[in-house]
């Protein structure tokens, strides 16, 4: 009778150094930051998710990966983009009320160089 073995998922990802590494992806298993707890992950999804948010770095992956579990939560993420949004329309407003100053006065507050 046959053993069954596990597939292998080789990726080639970089370390800290720039060396680029050679890992076995699948069934990999990385511990969130915060949150202390073990997370595993598809080997397709963690090449992704590692190539696009860092970088291809395995290192800098292992030392700040955060899971969904431990980041803000729906309502936290959508009051910060809310807020970033009114930031966004305050300073257009400022700049829009400081031309419309410029215009009824007739000066340049910001001369071109």
């Known amino acids: 009778m046959k053993k069954s073995r596990k597939a292998k998922a080789f990726y ?7 060396k680029e590494v050679s890992i ?11 949150t202390g707890k073990l997370k595993s992950f598809y080997h397709k999804y963690l090449n992704n998710l590692i190539v696009s948010k860092y970088a291809g770095n395995i290192d ?20 910060q983009q809310i807020q970033s949004r009114i930031d966004r329309y305050f300073k257009q407003i400022s700049n829009l009320k400081g031309e419309l100053a410029e215009i009824q006065t007739g000066t340049e507050a910001f001369p071109a160089a």
Not at 24 to 34: F, G, I, Q, R, W
């Open 60 to 79: 800098t992956f292992r030392d700040t990966y955060v899971s969904r579990e431990a980041g803000p939560s729906k309502n936290e993420r959508k009051v």
């Open 24 to 34: 076995d992806l699948n069934n990999y298993k990385v511990t969130c930051t915060k």
């Open 12 to 18: 080639t990802l970089v370390n800290k150094n720039g």
